[in-house]
Every structure is written in structure tokens, then in C-alpha cells.
């Protein structure tokens, strides 16, 4: 069974950019899941996804986040990261990594979420 574990800074100064890694054991990230995720929860919030890298290392972000995201991977160290630019006070959140299930059924795609980091809190604070 694939295991993921974030880590990174806990507390990061406003204009700065957010690094994070997610080291995958179990399974390699190039062909146990379709693809990878990031997903934040700020604190009284509901869970908000960042965005993906898929088996073939193309990415897609979220509409709100694409200007400053950046998602990557390390095959060699098994593990991909998340670079969030220019950060405000609103990025403070508990930030987890993820594997990506897809399925195809009757003409269209559907994804879900498999293994769960148990996430890292980030705070952003000068």
C-alpha cells in the first residue's frame, strides 16, 4: 500500500514562496497511481485543491492558484513538490499530498483521491 508523508517549513514570511515536498513509499510514482495532488484546508475551511502531476509529468492547477503554483517530480527520489510563489496570510492551511485514481466509464472520466500525508501545517506570517 502506497504511503505519502509532506514536508517542509511550517512557517513561511508574506512574499515568499512555499516549498513542499511529498516523499511516496510503497510504490513508485511514475506507475502506482494516474497522478499526484496537492490540497490545502485553511483553518475553518473546507479542503481546496491546488493541483496535479500526472504518470507522464504533465500538470493541471486550479484556476485560482495557477499563476503562482508549480508542481514537479523527482522520479529518482520518489517524491514530488509544491512551489507556491508570492504568499499572503490567506495561504496559511494544513497542505496534503495525494494519489489519484481514474476511471473511465461510459464516455467520460472520473477521478478520485486514493493515499493521504497526513499533512503539514503551514503558517504565513511575517
Known amino acids: 500500500q502506497v504511503q505519502l508523508q509532506e514536508s517542509g517549513p511550517g512557517l513561511v514570511k508574506p512574499s515568499q514562496t512555499l516549498s513542499l515536498t511529498c516523499t511516496v513509499s510503497?510504490?513508485?510514482?511514475?506507475?502506482?497511481?494516474?497522478?499526484w495532488s496537492w490540497i490545502r484546508q485553511p483553518p475553518g475551511k473546507g479542503l481546496e485543491w491546488m493541483g496535479v502531476?500526472?504518470?507522464?509529468?504533465?500538470?493541471f492547477y486550479s484556476p485560482s492558484l495557477k499563476s503562482r503554483t508549480s508542481i514537479s517530480r523527482d522520479t529518482s527520489k520518489n517524491q514530488f513538490s509544491l512551489q507556491l510563489s508570492s504568499v499572503t496570510p490567506e495561504d496559511t492551511a494544513v497542505y496534503y499530498c495525494a494519489s489519484n485514481n481514474r476511471l473511465y466509464y461510459s464516455g467520460s472520466y472520473y477521478f478520485s483521491f486514493g493515499s493521504w500525508g497526513q499533512g503539514t501545517q503551514v503558517t504565513v506570517s511575517s
Open positions: 510503497g510504490g513508485s510514482i511514475a506507475t502506482s497511481a494516474y497522478a
Open positions: 502531476i500526472a504518470i507522464d509529468g504533465g500538470t
